[in-house]
């Protein structure tokens, strides 16, 4: 009996070190990032750029994957069933804390079904339209926006993705409902914005900043409190008496729940030294992007910010009415 019991914590003890020496191994293969939303997009634009840096402390490839849906809702359900072994990972934005009040038959909790890797960047939104819109301010867009209403429409990546948040923010500051056009990112949507076949949207500046600055679109305010250093001459809503409509969007970085702490700990620190990195800072501030320091790139920190901002939105949208289902 006793040598049983001895040979039963020795295999015990060497299926521990087994593991263990897997997980001080990790990564020895490429890592999948999930993105909710379509390619060239806002969120894409990220996620490439934080796959490409975490990639060198990783030691491995980190693959973009775009699992576009309107809303973003499939991403995280697709994460959440995945093996949790630190090969497949998400990035997502704000939407993770409103879907929870959008969707009453959601197949994912944000708060029970993942481990959560750190906070990225947070990013303003800029109102744009089509150039043939002939408003040269926001005073005057929304003027058009009064005597155009069976005309307008308003493009967005479906309910529970950023421009939807912002343009349900939008619609209720001028107190006007529009049409209402839903893509599976704003990448497309944008395309369709370029072609004329939709009027308007409020999109991130990591989509927005180039064709602001080419002039491709005319832009009517940020979403920020202060102005945005990349588009200075570009107002905010807020200075220009809109008031109601500020949100930043906010990414962050997960793993299906069960993901072994050791591999947590190395995507951690490698998101980590992707934020104190230089031109990773610099290519967001280009666009308008504000990198969040080392210290908020922690699970601890992102989960405390999903929290609080799912406790701010869902009054809110509670409050407006919104469902998607
Ligand atoms: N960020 C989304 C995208 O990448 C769109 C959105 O949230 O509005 O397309």
Same mark, same amino acid.
């Not at 750029?49 to 576009?68: H, R, S």
């Not at 309107?70 to 993770?96: C, F, R, W």
């Not at 491709?216 to 409509?245: C, H, I, N, W």
């Given at each position: 009996?006793? !040598? ?17 020496? &897997? ?6 293969? !490429? ?62 934005? *704000? ?46 867009? #929304? ?30 500051? *001028? ?17 369709? #914005?370029?072609?004329?076949? &939709? ?28 102005? &945005?250093?990349?588009?200075? $001459? ?42 104190? $990195? ?48």
């Amino acid at each position: 009996m006793k !040598s049983r019991i001895a040979a039963i914590a020795a295999a015990a003890v060497s299926m521990s070190l087994a593991t263990s020496a &897997v997980a001080q191994q990790y990564p020895t293969k !490429s890592i999948t990032m999930l993105v909710p939303f379509a390619a060239g997009g806002p969120t894409d634009t990220v996620a490439r750029v934080v796959a490409q840096q975490m990639a060198k402390p990783l030691g491995q490839t980190v693959i973009v994957e775009n699992k576009p849906s309107a809303g973003g809702i499939l991403a995280p359900e697709q994460v959440k069933n995945s093996k949790p072994d630190g090969y497949t990972i998400l990035i997502h934005h *704000i939407g993770m804390s409103t879907v929870p009040a959008l969707y009453r038959q959601l197949r994912f909790d944000p708060l029970k079904d993942f481990e959560y890797i750190g906070l990225i960047n947070e990013v303003p939104m800029t109102i744009i339209a089509n150039e043939k819109v002939p408003a040269k301010n926001l005073q005057e867009f #929304l003027a058009y926006i009064k005597s155009n209403k069976d005309k307008v429409s308003y493009a967005n990546a479906g309910i529970g993705a950023a421009s939807h948040l912002c343009g349900m923010l939008f619609m209720s500051a *001028i107190q006007t409902d529009l049409l209402t056009v839903p893509y599976k990112g704003t990448g497309p949507a944008m395309n369709d #914005l370029l072609g004329g076949q &939709v009027t308007f949207m409020c999109d991130q500046t990591t989509n927005t900043t180039s064709q602001i600055k080419s002039h491709k679109v005319k832009v009517y305010g940020v979403t920020s409190a202060q102005r &945005v250093s990349s588009l200075p $001459d570009v107002p905010t809503l807020q200075e220009q008496g809109l008031k109601g409509a500020d949100v930043a969007i906010w990414h962050g970085l997960y793993a299906p729940k069960g993901t072994p702490k050791a591999a947590l700990d190395k995507l951690v620190a490698a998101l980590q030294e992707t934020v104190k $990195d230089e031109s990773v800072k610099k290519r967001f501030a280009d666009l308008g992007a504000t990198t969040y320091p080392p210290e908020k790139a922690t699970p601890a920190a992102l989960q405390a910010h999903l929290k609080e901002e799912i406790e701010k939105w869902t009054p809110l949208i509670k409050k407006a009415g919104v469902y998607a289902d």
